[in-house]
């Protein structure tokens, strides 16, 4: 479809949310970068895209409830070339929102620390951007290519959206950590509590979604108005899709 979309619609706008690589309560946690494209999908519509467009979906991906919008609208970064960026409150938010520090950004989620330089590779596939700090000024802002490191465009705004479904904040986690003592008591060897607790990622954490948020919304809620075109064999995908998630639940 996307490709039929490019023939006869080429200047048609075209988001794609794709579903986890992981089945239901899995152990382990979605690829980086298809959590990082869902991501840049929900934070373009929290905040509303100019014009009609075409999301693309699939039924796996449209199923499973996500953070509601007013969280991921709230949950974003932006700075401008000459004004002042707290660099300690710019790593904790990366660190929240599901960012990994590493020693040289390759994929999106991860990011750099070097001196005044500041590395970051958002979520969408725009590609990684420099923030040169100059004191706690943004002297400069350029995005760049991750393996020539070759500045491709200089920039003037920067806008920075989460990584993941879960925000490591201090709601989230006080959440996650009543909810887990309600359903199975005090505990001290779960290396999951153990992470969120002390405000780490811990693999397979996502699947524990609905523990970190109070309010969890669909991808219709999202879009209530869409017009909404179904794919043939939908009915036999959503009954199997049903009855995996039962069987992972076991």
Same mark, same amino acid.
């Given at each position: 479809?996307? /490709?039929?979309?490019?023939?006869? /619609?080429?200047?048609?706008?075209? $988001?794609d949310f794709p579903a986890w &690589?992981?089945? *239901?309560?899995?152990?382990?946690?979605?690829?980086?970068?298809? %959590?990082?494209?869902?991501? /840049?999908? $929900?934070?373009?519509?929290?905040?509303?895209?100019?014009?009609?467009?075409?999301?693309?979906?699939?039924?796996?991906?449209?199923?499973?409830?996500?953070?509601?919008?007013?969280?991921?609208?709230?949950?974003?970064? %932006?700075?401008?070339?000459? /004004?002042?960026?707290?660099?300690?409150?710019?790593?904790?938010?990366?660190?929240?929102?599901? @960012?990994?520090?590493?020693?040289?950004?390759?994929?999106? +989620? &991860?990011?750099?620390?070097?001196? +005044?330089?500041?590395? #970051?590779?958002?979520? +969408?596939d725009s590609g990684p951007v !420099? $923030?040169?700090? @100059?004191?706690?000024?943004? &002297?400069?802002?350029?995005?760049?290519?991750?393996?020539?490191? !070759?500045?491709?465009?200089?920039?003037?705004?920067?806008?920075?959206?989460?990584?993941?479904? #879960? =925000?490591?904040?201090?709601?989230?986690?006080?959440?996650? !950590?009543?909810?887990?003592?309600?359903?199975?008591?005090?505990?001290?060897? &779960?290396? $999951?509590?153990?992470?969120?607790?002390?405000?780490?990622?811990?693999?397979?954490?996502?699947?524990?979604?609905?523990?970190?948020?109070?309010?969890?919304?669909?991808?219709?809620?999202?879009?209530?108005?869409?017009?909404? =075109?179904?794919?043939?064999?939908?009915? *036999?995908?959503?009954?199997?899709?049903?009855?995996?998630?039962?069987?992972?639940?076991?």
């Amino acid at each position: 479809l996307r /490709a039929a979309l490019a023939f006869f /619609a080429p200047g048609a706008v075209v $988001l794609d949310f794709p579903a986890w &690589d992981c089945l *239901p309560y899995d152990r382990v946690s979605p690829n980086p970068e298809i %959590s990082a494209r869902r991501m /840049a999908t $929900l934070a373009a519509l929290s905040h509303g895209v100019p014009g009609p467009f075409v999301l693309l979906t699939t039924l796996s991906a449209v199923t499973q409830r996500l953070p509601a919008r007013d969280q991921v609208r709230g949950a974003s970064f %932006s700075a401008q070339v000459g /004004a002042r960026v707290d660099e300690f409150a710019l790593k904790t938010f990366l660190v929240r929102m599901g @960012f990994s520090q590493v020693a040289t950004v390759t994929e999106p +989620g &991860d990011f750099a620390v070097r001196g +005044g330089i500041v590395d #970051i590779f958002p979520p +969408g596939d725009s590609g990684p951007v !420099r $923030l040169d700090l @100059f004191g706690d000024v943004l &002297d400069g802002l350029r995005r760049f290519d991750a393996e020539t490191q !070759r500045t491709t465009e200089k920039l003037t705004t920067i806008d920075l959206a989460p990584m993941s479904e #879960i =925000m490591l904040d201090e709601a989230s986690i006080t959440r996650f !950590r009543q909810t887990y003592r309600i359903e199975f008591g005090a505990t001290t060897d &779960d290396p $999951l509590y153990e992470a969120v607790s002390a405000g780490r990622k811990h693999q397979g954490m996502e699947h524990w979604l609905p523990w970190f948020h109070d309010r969890m919304e669909t991808l219709f809620d999202y879009l209530p108005d869409a017009s909404v =075109m179904l794919d043939e064999q939908v009915t *036999p995908a959503r009954i199997a899709r049903g009855e995996g998630s039962v069987d992972q639940y076991e």
